[in-house]
């Protein structure tokens, strides 16, 4: 089984200002991470594919890096609708796949 | 457009079972798998279970191994998740997600439902 972990739990920033969320694999996962946003109230979204890839109809301040076992989320310049938690998500087909804890950002 | 719209909310008593259903539209559903995940109040994402798109393959979480069941019918383009044994500790927003094409991670996701276990 592999275990995510996201950290901070929480970040505290002010608009405009750059955020950046870390996810660790508890075992090499190659590029097979995603990053979902989640708003309360509402199912998650997808943001990121592939570890880099963003998806359809995400803006272009929303980055991902990473490979084997340390990712990363930048958002460049926050807006006032990025606000939300944030979940990586492994998915390799094998072992089965597994969320992280999240991250939530809010406002400082 | 994707749309998958899930069946409306459930109470339930302990012990009982439920099964939510996911109606799919807007793209051919034998040709994509149906995942579910499911929220606890003021909790994180968890991974439960997948089937595949012919509904060949199935694959549970190891801490729902014998209580959840995931099933699809194409003739009516809909996957259902049928949970029983039901526990407090399973009240919690239900969600059906599909896979990208060629790849398993969740590009669309159902409104989800929600669950009440109570007595």
């Known amino acids: 089984e592999i275990v995510m972990t996201q950290s901070p739990a929480t970040l505290s920033m002010s608009p405009g200002e750059r955020a950046t969320l870390s996810c660790r694999a508890s075992?090499?996962?190659?590029?097979?991470l995603a990053w979902y946003q989640q708003k309360p109230g509402q199912a998650p979204r997808l943001l990121i594919y592939?570890?880099?890839t963003r998806a359809t109809g995400i803006p272009a301040r929303f980055s991902g890096s990473g490979s084997g076992t340390e990712f990363t989320l930048t958002i460049s310049s926050l807006q006032s609708e990025d606000f939300a938690f944030y979940y990586c998500?492994?998915?390799?087909?094998?072992?089965?796949?597994?969320f992280g804890p999240g991250t939530k950002v809010d406002v400082k | 457009q994707v749309q998958l719209v899930q069946s409306g909310p459930e109470v339930k008593k302990p012990g009982a079972s439920v099964k939510v259903s996911c109606k799919a539209s807007g793209y051919t559903f034998t040709n994509y798998a149906i995942g579910w995940v499911r929220q606890a109040p003021g909790q994180g994402l968890e991974w439960m279970a997948w089937i595949s798109a012919y509904n060949v393959h199935t694959q549970y979480a190891q801490n729902l191994q014998g209580r959840v069941t995931v099933t699809t019918d194409t003739s009516t383009s809909t996957a259902y998740m049928e949970l029983r044994s039901l526990r407090s500790d399973d009240t919690a927003v239900y969600y059906c997600?599909?896979?990208?094409?060629?790849?398993?991670?969740?590009?669309?996701w159902g409104q989800g439902t929600l669950v009440t276990v109570s007595s």
């Open positions: 998500h492994h998915y390799n087909i094998w072992p089965p796949r597994a």
């Open positions: 592939g570890a880099s």
């Open positions: 997600a599909r896979e990208a094409d060629g790849d398993y991670y969740f590009e669309y």
């Open positions: 075992q090499s996962i190659s590029n097979s």
